[in-house]
Nanobody
Framework: QLQLVESGGGLVQPGGSLRLSCAAS????????IGWFRQAPGKEREEVSC????????YYVDSVKGRFTISRDNAKNTVYLQMNSLKPEDTATYYC????????????????????WGQGTQVTVSS
C-alpha cells in the first residue's frame, strides 16, 4: 500500500527555519515525481515546490523562491522541504505528494497532478 507520512512541522518564529520530511512506503520513491503543497485556513490548497522523478527539474512558487529547497533521498525513500526565512504567511498545513506520471514538473505542480497524498503537517509561523 502506497503511503506518504509528513513530519517536522511545528511552531517557529518569523525568520526561523524548519525542515519537513515525507517518508514514503509501499513504493520506490525514486521513480516518482514529488511535490509539496500547502493549505492555509480558509484558502485553497496551493503548490509550493515540485521535483521530477530524476531530480533534474524543480519548480518553486514565486513566494518561496530563494527561501525553500526541495530535495530527495532515494536511499531513504524520503522527500524533504527545507524552509528558511519563514514568514507568518507561510503558516499552513503542508502536504507532500507523489506520482509516477512523467509530465513537465511545472505543470504537475501548478495543476496539482499528483495521485498520492500524505495527511499533512502543520506549520505555524508566529512570534
Amino acid at each position: 500500500q502506497l503511503q506518504l507520512v509528513e513530519s517536522g512541522g511545528g511552531l517557529v518564529q518569523p525568520g526561523g527555519s524548519l525542515r519537513l520530511s515525507c517518508a514514503a512506503s509501499g513504493f520506490t520513491l525514486g521513480y516518482y515525481a514529488i511535490g509539496w503543497f500547502r493549505q492555509a485556513p480558509g484558502k485553497e490548497r496551493e503548490e509550493v515546490s515540485c521535483m521530477s522523478s530524476s531530480g533534474g527539474s524543480t519548480y518553486y512558487v514565486d513566494s518561496v523562491k530563494g527561501r525553500f529547497t526541495i530535495s530527495r533521498d532515494n536511499a531513504k525513500n524520503t522527500v524533504y522541504l527545507q524552509m528558511n526565512s519563514l514568514k507568518p504567511e507561510d503558516t499552513a498545513t503542508y502536504y507532500c505528494a507523489a506520482d509516477s506520471v512523467d509530465k513537465p514538473v511545472q505543470a504537475m505542480c501548478t495543476m496539482q497532478l499528483f495521485g498520492s497524498w500524505g495527511q499533512g503537517t502543520q506549520v505555524t509561523v508566529s512570534s
